[in-house]
Structure formats: C-alpha cells, structure tokens
C-alpha cells in the first residue's frame, strides 16, 4: 500500500500539514492489518497544477 502527500510550497506554515500527512499515511498503512507497507511518496513545494511536474507522483505512477 501506498500513499500520496503533497504541499504546493515551502512556507512555513505548510511544513506542518505535509509532516501531517506524511505521519498519518504512514502510521494508517503500518497499522492496518492485512496491509504491506510501499511508501508514502512526497512532493514537498510542487505546484499541483502539472502532475509531470511532481516527481514523486510520477515515481508513484510508474511504481503502480
């Protein structure tokens, strides 16, 4: 199983909802039983506009 997280800037105040996400999705998949953890693939400061621009989100889609 993997997930998704992503912030469109390196502001401060976004720093703490991406470490949000990437606890929450990394601690749901650890913690459901039948569940193998993959990755939580990361864009930290992309722009969700192009998702060619979003290079874990491309590594996610040609890891799927």
Not at 36 to 59: I, L, T
Request: net charge negative.
């Amino acid at each position: 199983m993997a997930a998704y997280a992503r912030v469109s800037t390196l502001a401060d105040e976004q720093e703490e909802s991406f470490e949000t996400q990437y606890r929450y999705y990394h601690k749901l998949i650890n913690m459901t039983s039948g569940w193998n953890f993959v990755d939580v693939y990361a864009d930290h400061g992309f722009s969700g506009s192009c998702a060619e621009n979003r290079p874990a989100f491309m590594r996610m889609i040609k890891d799927s």
